[in-house]
């Protein structure tokens, strides 16, 4: 039957259509034959014609799919696997397991170990859809595999294998257990330098294969973190040596300065309290400049970057004008010294200009670039604080107080650069006070509120006993926050115990110890009242900040006190055995998934918020209050 079917393939490569259709009627006839599976076999391996062998195969694959349990056991032992029959043995696999096709495992161990590289070429082909496409069958073959690879990396010359081997790799990444840790370990060096020869040989293979980082990153990456270093330097020197910097830009900087769909915002601009990175391209061209500043030498990166920055902070587009300003921000913690000794000026004039800007969005991203620059580039950016401060008091000032994503921004730029300005704070106390104290007293908004509360703690850091003399109104605002038990005052109530321990530790003893026994049982108060785990543990730093004003008063709320701290400590709540190969706390090379091991996925994260996290501030605290009572 084999050189029938294959004299009618070869006529549905004629170019006369009468002939193809008296072809396809004669192919339709031959497909009821059982012998059809067999045929197409002998056509598909012994063939002459390209065209022939590759319809047999392509018919073949189609056939078992979808008739897989009607073929006999005989037929199923008769393929001879070459290049052309990977596809084939990947839907097989899907059907029968590694264990019941034995002969594909004897196959699979001959080529891929044979000393003809193109045997080995062919061989990790079939390995890597087989396994692709069905990757648990082989679990009980990982060690072998895994040591098969450690052979195959070395064989540099053979960039083809190299990326087959590496794809396989890529598949069981997601499946492996504490039995192939150390064998993944010792795969991670041979790993990047089997990178470096593929990226020569071809780069889209190259980059297919880079996404075995992702895999182990997601899956193992307590596999990866020993390597992190070595990782990182890898794939800056892939980026400069390839010279792919330029357009790495180039592809980044339009989705960074594109503008939203008509009638929709940034995520980032939008009005309102939700709190969060939002993952969107934008978002993620972001992520790809601060990685870079982060890791790549600053002179090589700035001599790239600036170009795109100034034409886009030249641009009459304000959302390239925002791009530019976004740049600039995420540029402030990776190259810090670079930008203190050789930018800072000229980068904070761009920013200050910018606060002045006609369009909401640009004056938004560079409040956003003032507080990176705040919380990155200290003390220097301190220096220019007679610049600064009327930008900041003025913009706060002139803000509609409903626009609250516009005041959050505010507030984030003017705290982080109040926290570093110690005593040169204060000129600026009785306005930046008068405006503090109007939101607490005046504010309809409780996040409006709570922004102050907050300012007011960054404040007190800055300023210490000069906040003394507006020492009252404040403790009477918060006092009158920690009294209301109401579920929507309970971000508020937690930033103001917050702000409570901040000005117990600075405005002195003196001042603070006549409140410290009513401060103490508002604590117990909430704590009594409200089941929060943010709550509780900004209690007890409230507690552990008394400790240190005044000891004494403590003394008669010591059994209460405990007796929470020890219910938080006691806790279970978030923690779970782990039964999943989720990244466990204190990894072992020798662990094999006893119990006892701490699971940080993604679901106990909420979890372990509760009240084990509570126990872990309480600690702390019960440490302090030993301190203070020696």
């Not at 590496?166 to 598949?171: K, V």
């Not at 004008?321 to 402030?332: E, H, I, Q, S």
Request: hydrophobic letters at 40%.
């Amino acid at each position: 039957m084999s050189e029938e079917l294959e004299r009618i393939l070869a006529r549905l490569t004629e170019p006369d259509n009468a002939v193809i259709q008296q072809a396809t009627a004669e192919l339709k006839q031959a497909f009821k034959d059982p012998a059809i599976i067999p045929a197409l076999c002998a056509v598909m391996t012994g063939s002459q014609n390209p065209q022939v062998r590759q319809s047999a195969a392509v018919m073949l694959r189609m056939r078992v799919r979808k008739h897989w349990k009607k073929i006999s056991p005989d037929h199923r032992e008769r393929h001879t696997v070459r290049h052309s029959l990977s596809q084939l043995c990947a839907v097989l696999v899907k059907h029968e397991t590694p264990d019941r096709w034995p002969a594909l495992l004897a196959l699979l161990n001959q080529s891929t170990k044979s000393n003809n590289p193109q045997d080995r070429q062919v061989g990790l082909l079939l390995l890597s859809k087989v396994v692709g496409s069905n990757p648990e069958p082989f679990k009980p073959h990982y060690k072998q595999l895994l040591q098969l690879f450690g052979t195959v990396l070395l064989d540099l010359n053979n960039p083809t294998a190299l990326y087959y081997c590496i794809l396989t790799l890529t598949a069981i990444t997601a499946y492996t257990g504490t039995e192939e840790m150390n064998l993944m370990r010792s795969l991670i060096p041979k790993l990047l330098i089997a990178l470096k020869h593929l990226i020569q040989a071809d780069q889209d293979q190259a980059s297919e294969a880079m996404e075995v980082f992702d895999e182990l990153m997601e899956s193992e990456v307590s596999i990866v973190v020993p390597h992190i270093a070595e990782i990182v330097r890898f794939c800056l020197e892939a980026v400069l040596k390839h010279k792919l910097l330029q357009p790495i830009l180039q592809v980044v900087f339009p989705i960074l300065s594109a503008a939203p769909p008509p009638g929709e915002e940034d995520p980032e601009d939008e009005e309102n309290d939700t709190e969060g990175d939002s993952e969107n391209p934008k978002h993620f061209a972001v992520q790809v400049i601060d990685t870079m500043a982060l890791h790549m030498p600053p002179e090589k990166l700035f001599n790239q970057l600036l170009p795109f920055t100034q034409a886009c902070l030249s641009s009459e587009n304000p959302y390239e004008r925002k791009g530019g300003l976004m740049c600039m921000a995420v540029l402030a913690e990776g190259c810090a010294d670079h930008i203190r000794t050789k930018m800072l000026s000229s980068m904070l004039q761009t920013v200050c200009r910018s606060l002045s800007d006609n369009n909401q969005v640009v004056r938004s991203a560079a409040l956003f670039a003032l507080g990176q620059f705040s919380e990155h580039l200290q003390p220097d950016v301190s220096k220019f604080h007679a610049e600064l401060m009327p930008l900041l008091h003025g913009y706060l000032s002139a803000v509609n107080q409903t626009k609250i994503g516009h005041m959050t921004k505010a507030f984030y730029a003017l705290e982080n650069f109040l926290e570093n300005l110690g005593p040169e704070i204060e000129p600026y106390l009785p306005t930046l006070m008068e405006t503090m104290l109007s939101a607490l007293n005046n504010a309809e908004n409780l996040k409006l509120k709570e922004l102050a509360v907050s300012a007011i703690g960054a404040i007190a850091n800055a300023a210490k006993e000069m906040l003394v003399p507006y020492f009252p109104p404040i403790i009477e605002s918060l006092k009158g926050f920690l009294t209301d038990t109401s579920e929507e005052m309970r971000t508020l109530q937690t930033q103001a115990l917050d702000t409570l321990s901040v000005l117990a530790r600075t405005v002195g003893k003196e001042v603070f110890s006549p409140l410290a026994a009513e401060c103490v049982q508002l604590g117990l108060n909430l704590t009594d009242a409200v089941d929060d785990p943010d709550l509780r543990r900004c209690t007890y730093s409230l507690f552990s900040a008394v400790s240190d004003v005044s000891p004494d008063c403590l003394a008669p709320h010591l059994p209460p006190i405990t007796t929470v701290m020890l219910l938080s400590l006691r806790s279970t709540e978030g923690v779970t055995v782990n039964e999943d190969k989720q990244f466990v706390l204190l990894d072992d090379d020798d662990a094999d998934g006893e119990e006892g091991d701490v699971d940080l996925d993604e679901e106990s994260e909420t979890e372990v918020d509760d009240r084990d996290v509570a126990g872990y501030v309480s600690v702390s605290f019960i440490l302090s209050l030993s301190f203070s009572f020696m």
